[in-house]
Nanobody, 125 residues
Framework: QMQLAESGGGLVQAGESLKLSCVAS????????MGWFRQAPGKEREFVAG????????SPADSVRGRFFISRDNAKNTLYLQMNALKPEDTAVYYC??????????????????WGQGTQVGVSS
């Protein structure tokens, strides 16, 4: 049973950067495609970016393309999300998620079987 734990959230000003981490345990991390999602108050959970199991292929959402970069280190069982040029609309709880099949651009949360507890990101204007 894979367990995921996010960290790295915080409160920053618009234009600044944050790097989120997600450490996996209890499963073979390198066999799972991974994704980052976010959920703002009163809104549905939104796909942010996905990455293949081997880390070779990434798929960011249009809303973050060119600003957010997903990566992973399979030797460390860790997933990352580098967030640059943050905007107030990026404020949300950010979740990492794992899946064993399907494309890296899969945006439906139902296709991900494992989730972390989330880390809060706040961006002030």
């Amino acid at each position: 049973q894979m367990q995921l734990a996010e960290s790295g959230g915080g409160l920053v000003q618009a234009g600044e950067s944050l790097k989120l981490s997600c450490v996996a345990s209890g499963g073979t991390f390198s066999e799972f495609g991974m994704g980052w999602f976010r959920q703002a108050p009163g809104k549905e959970r939104e796909f942010v970016a996905g990455i293949s199991a081997d880390g070779r292929f990434m798929s960011p959402a249009d809303s973050v393309r060119g600003r957010f970069f997903i990566s992973r280190d399979n030797a460390k069982n860790t997933l990352y999300l580098q967030m640059n040029a943050l905007k107030p609309e990026d404020t949300a709880v950010y979740y990492c998620a794992a899946k064993q099949a399907g494309p890296i651009w899969e945006s439906n949360p139902r296709h991900y079987g494992y989730w972390g507890q989330g880390t809060q990101v706040g961006v002030s204007s």
